[in-house]
């Protein structure tokens, strides 16, 4: 069955860059998906990446994705406090008409 | 631009009660899915939709859970006789399949309480 890793916490200084990590099992993923959500809030989209690109970036966003070693990644540069959350990566296991596949999230805390 | 709704957003209930949750797709998107999130876990898929069609359900749906789309627009989750384990955030999802990601987009989620 399909299965997305991530580590669960991640401490950084205001204005450094964060990176979150995410592994996922099914290599018939189409598209990774990058959520925020903030306390008690639901889930906002950020980012996503089809399985064919290796890179996308977005603003402060940047979204590496290694299809070999099914290792997806975000980065926030010039990290905010205002970016404090838990970050959900996300799968697709087929291409259309499939449910979301989550991992636990990775609680990201920003110290000022 | 109106996003997902969901009402109610808190809901606290005896066991054994029925609840019903109702959720508000972006107007123009025809699948709507449910998720359950509990304290430290990402979201898990219920069931979802497309148009008023019940496409798929979850393991985790027993049979006290039951959805409904009866017009393709809002959709209602009911939960029967709760139970304490039936505490969560229950979320409510929309996509469109005329988006080439099918990129779902989430509501505030109601949260249960089951005492």
């Known amino acids: 069955g399909e299965d997305v890793e991530q580590s669960l916490f991640l401490s950084v200084r205001e204005g450094d860059s964060s990176v979150i990590n995410c592994t996922y099992t099914?290599?018939?993923?189409?598209?990774l998906y990058w959520y925020k959500q903030e306390p008690g809030a639901g889930l906002q989209l950020l980012t996503y990446i089809f399985s064919n690109m290796d890179m996308k970036q977005d603003q402060r966003l940047t979204v590496l994705l290694n299809k070999k070693d099914k290792h997806l990644s975000l980065r926030i540069a010039d990290t905010q406090t205002g970016d404090s959350a838990i970050y959900f990566c996300?799968?697709?296991?087929?291409?259309?008409?499939?449910?979301?596949?989550f991992g636990k999230g990775t609680r990201l805390s920003v110290i000022a | 631009d109106t996003g997902v709704s969901q009402n109610p957003r808190h809901k606290i209930t005896k066991r054994g009660q029925n609840v019903t949750f109702r959720c508000d797709p972006i107007s123009e998107h025809n699948r709507l899915y449910w998720y359950r999130q509990t304290l430290g876990q990402g979201p898990e898929f219920l069931t979802y939709?497309?148009?008023?069609?019940?496409?798929?359900k979850s393991r985790l749906l027993s049979d006290r859970f039951s959805a409904e789309r009866p017009k393709g627009s809002f959709s209602t989750l009911e939960i029967q006789r709760t139970e304490q384990g039936d505490s969560a955030m229950y979320l409510c999802?929309?996509?469109?399949?005329?988006?080439?990601?099918?990129?779902?987009?989430f509501g505030p989620g109601t949260r249960l309480l089951v005492l």
């Open positions: 099914d290599s018939s993923s189409t598209y």
């Open positions: 999802a929309s996509s469109s399949d005329s988006d080439r990601a099918e990129t779902q987009y």
């Open positions: 996300a799968e697709t296991p087929d291409s259309g008409n499939t449910p979301l596949v």
């Open positions: 939709f497309q148009n008023e069609a019940q496409l798929e």
